[in-house]
T-cell receptor, first 124, second 107 residues
């Protein structure tokens, strides 16, 4: 059974780099059928797509965050990671890792399985 | 970038009622449109993909329709467990984007 679990430090100081891990079990992160993506949700607000990664190394980022975001994968650990640099209070959010599955009829990839999320707070 | 706009922001309805939620894209997203349900403290759950296909395990009272720029999510007879926030999201091209959500409240 697929399990997706985000983990991270919980509290990050302003101007530092937020580093989060997405641990996947029950499925190889190297599977050619899926992308893996990150989404965030500030407290009480809506969802924001951060970016996505195909295991072979192709990445796509939200243009609003592109200059500060790096998404990568470690196939040996079956993990994906998110790094967000120069954080401010506006980056305080629950960060979700999710699997993207190909919509064979329409061609895109949709989020079909989400982790429970991890709260990252930016504060001195 | 494609902006997704949902309406209304909040909807007060009674159990048993039929409800329709709207989602509009600022440019065509074909049928690459998903709907999610989110309850407090939980991750979003996929309801609909491809604008009209129900995800695994989703009850038949949930249905989606539309293509291009106009989409709807219909719940035929609201159950108490359906009171939640609903988001639409396009996956037609990068960057993906979400609507701001519609909150279903108990009247």
């Amino acid at each position: 059974q697929l399990q997706v679990q985000e983990s991270g430090p919980g509290l990050v100081k302003p101007s530092e780099t937020l580093s989060l891990i997405c641990s996947v079990s029950g499925l190889s992160i190297s599977s050619t059928e899926y992308y893996w993506g990150w989404i965030r949700q500030p407290p009480g607000k809506g969802l924001e797509w951060i970016g996505g990664l195909y295991y072979a190394g192709s990445t796509q980022y939200n243009p609003a965050l592109r200059s500060r975001v790096t998404i990568s994968v470690d196939t040996s650990k079956n993990q994906a990671s998110l790094k967000l640099s120069l954080v401010t209070a506006a980056d305080t959010a629950v960060y979700y890792c999710a699997r993207l599955f190909r919509d064979s009829d329409n061609g895109g990839y949709y989020f079909d399985y989400w982790g429970q999320g991890t709260l990252a707070t930016v504060s001195a | 970038d494609t902006v997704m706009t949902q309406s209304p922001a909040t909807l007060s309805v009674s159990p048993g009622e039929r409800v329709t939620l709207s989602c509009r894209a600022s440019q065509s997203v074909s049928s690459n449109l998903a709907w999610f349900q989110q309850k407090p403290g939980q991750a979003p759950r996929l309801l609909i993909f491809g604008a009209s296909s129900r995800a695994t395990g989703i009850p038949a009272r949930f249905s989606g329709s539309g293509s291009g720029t106009e989409f709807t999510l219909t719940i035929s007879s609201l159950q108490t467990e359906d009171f939640a926030v609903y988001f639409c999201q396009h996956y037609n091209h990068w960057p993906y984007s979400f609507g701001q959500g519609t909150k279903l409240e108990i009247k």
